[in-house]
């Protein structure tokens, strides 16, 4: 141990920045003990105290800088450099201009009173206080957090509804505004068509499927899934129908939710009757043909028909349409590669309404049809249990995702299950989604190829063809562009749906056998 | 804005959670307002509920009027020096048998470390115990009555002892008429306010009964105009000081105003010698004047119904307790906090006591730590740069209802210190007001060791909140 002791001559340094230095100087590497400081009787009283004893610190002034240094022999070199360096302050440069944040929306409102909309992602448990608080200053909200209580968003959607204002959600994924989409949505074309949604992926669904058929959208707003609850009775439905008709930039308007309450579905419907535009209506599910009113149509055959029947409402000339029909050929090409006994569909999905479409086109065929969403309790799998007959899980269901991110950000539960579901000889198709756009995760499809080749070689290995069924959900605008992703699919051997409905159809058509 | 003003108006989004929303709305080219967003209340749905309560726009126009009555008294208030005396025969409610003491109430038992050192070092001062050891019993015999500081009217730095031969200062709110008391500065380090009590300490306290006090009674004896505090703070930040842990310029001011009537008392010259060199031994001879300054305005904001601005930070190295203009004399605490900062050498953090004194009067006032910006030569109390300091001082803006035009900082363009720290803001926002302070050795009998920054605990506001919307009504 060696003790460097050193006095700088009317060397001024603040206490407070010589305790803080000390403070520095004891973490040098190879330092046990550092003291600095002024030559006051005090400070000299505190070196005393700890032992140090010395005739050059008994002489010097309180104008003095006093330095001791223990460190074992080999650092002490090191040590006093390194002491030294804290003690010639640089001065620090600027950092860049910090990006403006606020504590609070009254104080982002109070500095940003253009702001006009609010995205709420925070803990459901705080997010309805804040909504209250945008809504009370007059600007409408997005709420995409969900366990917001019913109570709550019952109240805020009156409130929004006094102040001419709108609720999305709470548990709202996706709206796009303006031509900008929040939270999960895709680059569609700006146009015509005005979307109200209380399904999530159902509208995205419907946004890219206007977009692909030419048509544009003019403003997507989404609900939340409860807002056609009995609670709720359809608040922000019945609001965005009536802003959207307000609307000079929107000539149609599309609705899509799973099936309401009846008396909810009858106060919809009449509103959207009152609307002095055509409006195309689909209950996902839901056997009702007839709204009732003469401007709306219920469209039952799914998303494609729906996007179908709006862009030509919207004027655009329906035979220059690329429908992509259901593909007869491929059904009985791939029919032919499975064995007899590859009776059933594995449906893995991100989107709810996705899984959705495809389960009611299963349905629409076989009664054996298992889901974690499946309104019979008879034919309902938990997201533990092991998948039996047809099964259709829609992944992003709380079921799954409690305490883990959304399958559109993290696929992992799903790519297990996917390796999974191939170990079933039973099984002759594994159907799966691919969502892109903005809030998704930035390469869906290449992150899921190797368990997709995975699931592939298992069913070879025993002999069996299995069918992998993909649909990319998404735009050519989008990042990564749908192009790509389907290219990369092809290259894995996955069968391309060119729509969820199409999805929904081809799956079970596959597996379809002789009398079916 | 309605929904439609929406559709044809540019988006100008506010994100309030996830980043990476934001993200795709920049990609999208749309500039969201960014939010650095905590819950509020510190997440207690209870606390939530009781926040909502007070937003319910009817009372909250009611308190925010009360608030500003609160803050027109806080910005009103002149306090004056007006002279000094021993606590026995100015303190309200003093006995012989009564010690003070800094913070929420405490009974002797729970007391920390410094605190004990410095009650125990006060009986012994007062004669009532032969030594430390004796003291020790006698403090928890129960015959001693212990009292918090603020009960009194009074405030006490770190252990705040403060007994009856102590002398005081006496200072006068002369617009609204109270009066405050704090006892004298026994500068820096072994101590006993910071809970030294050997013989050095007694030694010294026997100096100041003696000498110091009366010196100082008989100079503003002399000068019956009293000394505008107010007006000499306002200095003060000017020259450097935040009036809390950086008191060079307010003690040569005030030194400089009393200066002329010790010359012209009747004392000794040696006796008038020791006052200056014992003033000039440290620079902390003002910091329990701007104390008692900021109590004596503090105290005319107390018990304005409805009022959500805290009237009272103070701490006793157990608890720390604020007191809230509409709740009046109710204490609402929560354990008292590390204090992070540069110590002297040969001390670690292991060494430190927890946050100590009624010294946060200063920031319940506006300075101290508030003031932080005013003070560029204190800033490795921060973190070390100004910019650091400048933002404290920013920052403490979103909890306060006001500014002091009287008292303001010239590196923020001379802007009044933040005033009237309002309770439902600190919850609303998660952030808790900044403390400047010294800190004590944890062992009694040993001293200040260092000084750094700390803040309140959340559960006193929490529960301040609470009682706040028990008490107001619609």
């Known amino acids: 141990m060696t003790r460097h002791i050193e006095i700088r001559k009317n060397t001024y340094l603040d206490s407070v920045s010589l305790m803080s230095m000390s403070t520095r100087a004891n973490a040098v590497e190879g330092v046990t003990q550092a003291l600095l400081g002024m030559a006051t009787p005090m400070n000299k009283e505190v070196l005393a ?5 010395d005739a050059a610190v008994d002489e010097a002034k309180p104008s003095d800088l006093m330095i001791v240094i223990d460190a074992s022999e080999d650092t002490i070199g090191a040590a006093i450099a390194a002491v030294d360096d804290i003690l010639t302050r640089k001065d620090k440069k600027a950092g860049e201009a910090d990006e403006v944040r606020y504590r609070t929306l009254d104080g982002a409102f109070a500095e940003v009173p253009d702001a006009n909309l609010v995205l709420i992602s925070v803990n459901g448990a705080f997010a309805a206080r804040e909504a209250r608080k945008a809504l009370n200053a007059g600007k409408s909200v997005m709420i995409f957090s969900d366990n917001v209580s019913v109570e709550d968003e019952l109240s805020l959607k009156n409130l929004a509804h006094e102040k001419g204002l709108i609720v999305m959600g709470p548990d709202c994924g996706t709206a796009i505004i303006g031509g900008t989409g929040l939270a999960f949505a895709n680059a569609v074309r700006r146009g015509s068509i005005g979307v109200v949604g209380a399904s999530g992926t159902g509208s995205q669904e419907v946004s890219v499927r206007v977009h692909d058929f030419g048509g544009g959208i003019s403003q997507l707003i989404g609900t939340g899934g409860r807002d056609l609850s009995t609670d709720i009775g359809g608040i922000s439905m019945i609001d965005g129908i009536t802003a959207l008709d307000a609307d000079p930039e929107t000539k149609v308007i599309v609705l899509i939710s799973k099936p309401p309450a009846e008396e909810v579905a009858e106060k919809v419907l009449a509103v959207a009757g009152a609307a002095s535009k055509p409006v195309f209506v689909t209950f996902l599910g839901s056997d009702r043909t ?147 756009g903005f809030g998704s995760h930035e390469d869906p499809v290449g992150v899921t190829i190797p368990a997709i080749t995975e699931a592939k070689e298992k069913a070879a290995a025993r002999g069996q063809h299995l069918e992998i069924l993909g649909y990319v959900l998404g735009t050519d605008l989008d990042t990564p562009a749908i192009a790509d992703q389907v290219a990369k699919l092809e290259a894995a051997g996955v069968t391309i749906a060119s729509s969820s409905t199409n999805l929904g159809l081809l799956a079970r058509e596959f597996v379809a056998k002789g009398d079916n | 804005m309605s929904v439609n003003d929406l559709f044809s108006t540019a988006l100008k989004p506010v994100n309030l959670g996830l980043d990476m929303f934001a993200e795709d709305l920049k990609a999208q080219g749309v500039e969201p307002v960014l939010m650095d967003w905590t819950p509020p209340g510190g997440g207690d749905p209870e606390v939530i509920a009781a926040l909502s309560r007070l937003e319910d726009p009817a009372v909250a126009e009611k308190i925010d009027a009360a608030n500003q009555v609160a803050l027109e008294r806080i910005l009103g208030s002149q306090p004056f020096l007006e002279g000094f005396g021993q606590a026995i025969d100015t ?73 009856a031969s102590m002398w005081v200062h006496r200072v006068t709110n002369r617009t609204y008429g109270n009066t405050a008391y704090t006892n004298l500065s026994e500068q820096l380090s072994k101590i006993l306010r910071f809970g030294a009590n050997d013989q050095s300490v007694i030694d010294r306290l026997n100096w100041m009964r003696d000498v110091f006090g009366p010196v100082l009674a008989g100079a503003m004896e002399l000068n019956t105009d009293g000394i505008d ?73 107390n018990g304005i119904e409805n009022s959500t601005v805290v009237t009272t930070m103070a701490r006793n190295g157990v608890d720390f307790g604020i007191r809230v203009s509409g709740t009046g004399g109710q204490w609402f605490t929560g354990p008292a906090q590390e204090v992070v900062g540069p110590m002297f050498a040969g001390y670690t953090p292991a060494d430190s006591g927890l946050d100590m004194g009624d010294s946060a009067i200063t920031e319940t006032f506006g300075i101290g730590g508030f003031a932080m910006a005013a003070a560029p030569a204190i800033v490795a109390l921060v973190g070390g740069t100004v910019d650091e300091a400048m933002g404290y001082s920013r920052t403490m803006n979103a909890i306060t209802t006001g500014n002091n035009p009287n008292v303001t900082i010239p590196a923020l363009d001379f802007m009044g210190v933040p005033s009237g720290i309002d309770v439902r803001k600190v919850m609303e926002t998660g952030i808790l007001p900044l403390i400047n302070t010294a800190i004590a050795h944890k062992d009694p009998g040993i001293g200040m060791i260092g000084a ?23």
């Open chain 2, 91 to 163: 303190v309200p409610g003093m006995t012989r048998k009564t010690i003070l003491h800094a913070g929420p109430p405490i009974e002797f038992t729970r007391m920390s470390g410094p605190m004990k050192g410095a009650v125990t070092g006060a009986l012994v001062f007062e004669g009532l115990a032969e030594d430390v050891d004796e003291a020790f019993e006698l403090a928890a015999s129960g015959e001693i009555t212990f009292s918090p500081c603020h009960e009194h009217q009074s405030v006490g730095s770190m252990a705040g002892a403060t007994s």
């Open chain 1, 290 to 436: 007839e709204s009732g009113y003469e401007n709306v149509t219920m469209v039952t055959e799914g998303t494609k028909p729906l996007a179908i029947a709006a862009v030509v409402a919207s004027g655009i000339d329906e035979s220059t349409l690329d429908k992509h029909p259901l593909n007869i050929p491929l059904i009985e090409e791939v029919r032919a590669k499975l064995a007899p006994e590859q009776k059933y569909v594995r449906g893995l999905f991100c989107g709810g309404t996705l899984c959705d479409e495809s389960m009611f086109a299963a349905l629409g065929k076989y009664d054996n049809v298992y889901s974690n969403i499946q309104k019979d309790p008879a034919y309902r799998i938990g997201a533990t249990d092991a998948s039996r007959e047809h099964t259709f899980l829609d992944m992003g269901d709380d079921d799954f995702t409690n305490g883990r991110p959304h399958p559109m950000i993290d696929p992992s539960l799903r790519l297990q299950r996917i390796v999974a579901e191939a170990d079933d000889p039973e099984v002759g198709v594994i159907a799966m989604d691919f969502v892109l």
């Open chain 1, 49 to 53: 105290n700890v032992g140090v004893q």
């Open chain 2, 452 to 474: 750094g920054i700390t803040h309140p605990p959340v559960e006193a506001f929490q529960k301040a909140l609470r009682a706040l919307a028990d008490t107001v009504k619609p």
């Open chain 2, 229 to 301: 505090l107010r007006l000499m703070l306002s200095q003060a930040l000017h020259m450097g000081d935040e009036a809390h842990n950086r008191n060079v310029a307010g003690t040569t001011l005030l030194i400089q105003a009393l200066a002329p009537y010790i010359l012209e008392s009747d004392f000794t010259t040696k006796e008038k010698r020791e006052v200056f060199d014992f003033v000039a031994s440290s620079d902390y001879f003002s910091g329990p004047t701007w104390m008692v300054a900021a109590k004596a305005s503090m105290d005319a904001a």
